[in-house]
């Protein structure tokens, strides 16, 4: 152990991949990976995918104001029954 809670020290020298659960392949990132990531951003936007998540959203947060206004309404309804019931009217 190192001092560092409880992690065991790593092999001297940078290391590129190692294996994960199961034997997968995890791989850490370089300038060359983030220096791509605009790039699959670029191209994602161009095929849509990012405009379909934007308009999902937009659309549920729409859903969900409308929802929001009919609860309102239903208490305004509920409230001004109980204020006639209190009165007598």
């Known amino acids: 152990m190192n ?3 409880g ?3 790593t092999s001297s020298g940078p ?5 994960g659960p199961a034997g ?7 300038a060359a990976d983030v220096e791509r ?6 191209h994602a936007q161009q095929v849509g995918v990012g405009t379909q998540l934007e308009v999902r959203d937009a659309e549920l947060k729409l859903t969900q104001a409308q929802l929001a206004r009919d609860n ?3 208490d305004g309804n509920e409230a ?7 009165t007598g009217g």
């Open 3 to 5: 001092g560092r809670r």
């Open 7 to 9: 992690v065991a020290p």
């Open 15 to 19: 290391s590129r991949s190692w294996r």
């Open 24 to 30: 997968s392949a995890y791989r850490h990132a370089d």
């Open 37 to 42: 990531e605009p790039a699959a951003r670029a």
């Open 72 to 74: 309102a309404l239903v």
């Open 80 to 86: 001004e029954s109980a204020l006639r019931r209190a």
